[in-house]
């Protein structure tokens, strides 16, 4: 056994380094599949990017009432006066309600506002669904303007029981130099 | 085998060593390449030291007085980086090139020639992070755990130097794992079946084993932390989709077995060292293989407990939390075999012996600490205070570091040739042994009254606490130098000669070689009954 020949060594080698090839590519596996779990188990607090459509059918459950909280914050260096209308309200799921949120870009250039969702306890977040949101798109404003930007949405009636309370919470990022291609950020 | 080394000619007879540094520049020879290792580490355990230094000259006072915030984050950050990647994984690096193949008689590592690379590179690698440090702006400040977006967003612009010395070093340690597996698997000598190998071989394959399947994850992160800072991905970057949290989850998926991969070769080291000192076999080898095995594989479950106060949902935090308290119960094991080893048996207490027990105590008291961390809602009170940096320095300073001396102590005769010097020995330990728990105990206290961890400064309450940590600090840095001096005094050659066995307990197949170990070792392979 002590003078092994060359080419079992090789052989060995082909394999030990194919894991570690698998292994980098695993870290970036890693991505994808954290979008698809948290999708599917909405644990990180994620709503979905795309607009739900409504049923008006749909019954409103009015022996629940479940009441929902506004934040907003500003990522760092984001200039914009950004504030939630109304910080909370008490909804019945199954009901269409409208919120509003004021933004002003206060400066003297036009910038583009990009507003990030988050939902805490993020279980909550799959039972959310806006059917119109401003953080669908990403939102120029120009030197000086100021908008109100409505926010439609129904919380699904199978919104486990235990959840009376839950916040949204925007982060509002100024994307003005990544909109087209982003070089440096540091 | 002759019992009294043969110091006068031991490494001139039959090899071609070129002389001076090109001997040790193109060295493919195990031990070289082990000794260079060791050194390298050494270097490196003293220079992440010096860092501590300015850390805890600093806390000394509350208040701002040596350096400002921003280098102060820089040296906590460089610290934890050196003393990781620098000190305590190319010990053991170096301590697995000069022992597993003496100790599953093979002449040498069986790739040679990858062997001299992976640790010529090491050094350049140090000295490319350690520039950053000088550069406009200073180096990287983000903690050793890089989160983003303080590593991508807000950091400086050497991040690309951190990112490219990580790579370096991963790869680094990627190219000794694979010479460690290959060298386990092909050159055992006849007769050494898998459950008669060693302790120190079995925790090093299976380290190894974690180095390859986690450092190409380390890697993976690095770049997406370059890529999102230089090349406009958003990987971690919730503006354009992504998302920072899954940052600490890759990072954490390598890095609780990286701390893991600190800790079994330093398993290994005291399975060997207990029972030479206690006379007796190892209690329960099996068991202690089995135990590696299993703490290996649970480590790849258990790395959100770092992440407890991210949001998870409620039943991620009873998985996270049930799963790291189960890597107890393997951990356990290992400490209850150690003891029921040492029951009855004969004991001296020579140097290794006393790390050895040293380890064996406050390891547990790391272990306990860290179960305690692992019970979620505590962990919402303990996250990122003193009390974190005293669970990971009981783990890592007195275990994985003191392992390392207890081996360099063990070890040391079959290297040199000469027995250390008995009197610095004691020194060394001794001073070690109460400044370092001078230097880390009250961090426990400091941590549980709320002290935060990586701040330059903090609230009155905690100087009295903070200055006896730093005095046990700068006592337990200027200790080190005691051991230099031993290791450079029996380097040299200075001391009493050792014979073959060096110790009348130790069993094992270095122990049949002379010492000083000839240049050449088992050319010959050994018989293993
Ligand atoms: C019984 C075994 C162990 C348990 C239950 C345990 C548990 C934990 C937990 C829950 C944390 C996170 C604390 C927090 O950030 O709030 C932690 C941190 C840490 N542990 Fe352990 N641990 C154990 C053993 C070890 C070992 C053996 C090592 C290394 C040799 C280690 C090294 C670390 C390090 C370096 C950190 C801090 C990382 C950082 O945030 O910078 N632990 N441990
Ligand atoms: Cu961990």
């Known amino acids: 056994m002590t003078q092994p020949s060359q080419s079992n060594n090789n052989r060995m080698v082909i394999k030990l380094v194919a894991i570690v090839i698998g292994m980098f590519g695993f870290g970036f596996a890693l991505v994808p599949l954290y979008d698809v779990f948290c999708d599917i188990t909405g644990i990180n607090g994620k709503t979905n990017p795309y607009a739900a459509t409504y049923d008006v059918n749909t019954d409103v459950d009015t022996s629940r009432e479940i009441t929902v909280e506004f934040i907003t914050r500003n990522q760092s260096g984001m200039v914009w006066d950004f504030e939630a209308r109304t910080k909370r309200i008490t909804v019945h799921p199954g009901e269409l309600n409208t919120v509003e949120f004021y933004v002003k870009n206060p400066t003297a250039k036009d910038i583009v506002g990009q507003a990030i969702p988050s939902v805490s306890p993020g279980t909550a977040a799959l039972y959310l669904n806006k059917t119109e949101c401003f953080c669908f798109e990403q939102q120029p404003l120009q030197a000086g303007e100021e908008a109100l930007m409505p926010m439609q949405f129904y919380v699904d009636p199978q919104l486990p029981e235990d959840i009376k309370v839950f916040t949204l919470s925007y982060t509002l990022y100024d994307v003005t130099g990544t909109s087209s291609v982003a070089m440096n950020r540091g | ?529």
């Not at chain 2, 300015?54 to 921003?70: M, S, T």
């Not at chain 2, 001299?116 to 590179?121: A, E, G, L, T, V």
């Not at chain 2, 209850?336 to 040293?358: C, D, H, K, Q």
């Open chain 2, 1 to 529: 085998m002759s019992s009294v080394a043969d110091d006068l000619h031991h490494d001139e007879h039959h090899d071609h060593k070129p002389a001076g540094i090109m001997r040790w520049l193109l060295t493919t020879n195990h031990k070289d390449i082990g000794t260079l290792y060791l050194w390298f580490a050494f270097i490196m355990f003293l220079v992440g030291g010096a860092m501590a230094m300015v850390i805890r000259a600093e806390l000394f006072q509350p208040g701002l007085q040596i350096v400002e915030p921003n280098f102060f984050n820089q040296m906590t950050t460089v610290h934890g980086l050196i003393m990781v990647f620098g000190a305590v994984m190319p010990a053991f690096t170096g301590l697995a090139n000069w022992m597993v193949p003496l100790m599953i008689g093979a002449p040498d590592m069986a790739l040679p020639r990858m062997n001299n690379w992976s640790f010529w590179i090491l050094p350049g690698a140090f000295l490319i992070l350690l520039s950053s440090l000088f550069l406009e702006g200073g180096g990287p400040n983000f903690g050793w755990t890089f989160y983003a977006p303080l590593s991508t967003t807000f950091s400086n612009d050497s991040t690309a130097l951190f990112v490219f010395s990580v790579h370096i070093m991963g790869i680094s340690s990627i190219m000794g794992a694979i010479n460690v597996i290959v060298t386990i698997f092909n050159m055992r000598a006849p007769g050494m079946t898998w459950m008669k190998m060693p302790m120190f071989v079995w925790t090093w394959l299976i380290t190894a084993f974690l180095l390859i399947a986690v450092m190409p994850v380390l890697a993976g992160a690095v770049t997406m932390v370059l890529t999102d800072k230089y090349f406009g991905t958003s990987f971690f970057d919730a503006a354009g989709g992504g998302d920072p949290v899954m940052f600490q989850h890759i990072f954490w998926f390598f890095g609780h077995p990286e701390v893991y991969i600190m800790i079994l070769p330093a398993f290994g080291i005291i399975s060997h060292i207990v029972p030479t000192f206690s006379r007796k076999r190892l209690f329960g080898y099996s068991s202690m293989v089995y135990a590696t095995a299993s703490i290996a594989l649970l480590s790849f479950i258990v790395w959100a407990h770092h992440m407890f106060t991210t949001g998870m949902p409620l039943f991620a935090e009873m998985f996270f939390m049930f799963a790291t308290m189960l890597i107890s119960v393997p951990t356990g094991v290992k400490v209850f075999n150690w003891v029921a080893t040492m029951w009855r048996g004969s004991i001296s207490y020579e140097m290794p012996m006393m790390f050895a027990l040293a380890f064996i105590v406050l390891f547990t008291i790391g272990g306990f600490s860290g179960l305690m961390l692992a019970i979620t809602p505590v962990d919402f009170q303990y996250h990122d205070t003193y009390f974190v940096v005293a669970h990971f320095h009981y783990v890592l300073v007195t275990g994985a570091v003191f392992s390392i001396m207890a081996a360099v102590y063990y070890w040391l005769p079959k290297w040199c040739g000469k027995m250390y010097d008995v009197t610095l020995a004691k020194w060394h330990f001794w001073c070690s042994m109460i400044s370092v728990n001078l230097l880390f105990f009250p961090m426990h206290f400091v941590g549980l009254a709320g002290m935060p961890r990586r701040i330059p400064d903090y609230a009155l309450q905690f100087a009295d606490f903070n200055k006896w940590i730093s005095i046990g600090g700068f006592a337990f840095g200027l200790s080190q130098l005691i051991f230099l001096a031993l290791v450079i005094k029996a380097s040299r050659k200075i001391g009493e000669p050792a014979t073959a066995q060096v110790w009348d307990g130790a069993e094992g197949l270095e122990w049949e070689v002379p010492s000083p170990a000839p240049y050449h070792t088992f050319e010959t392979p050994p018989e293993v009954k």
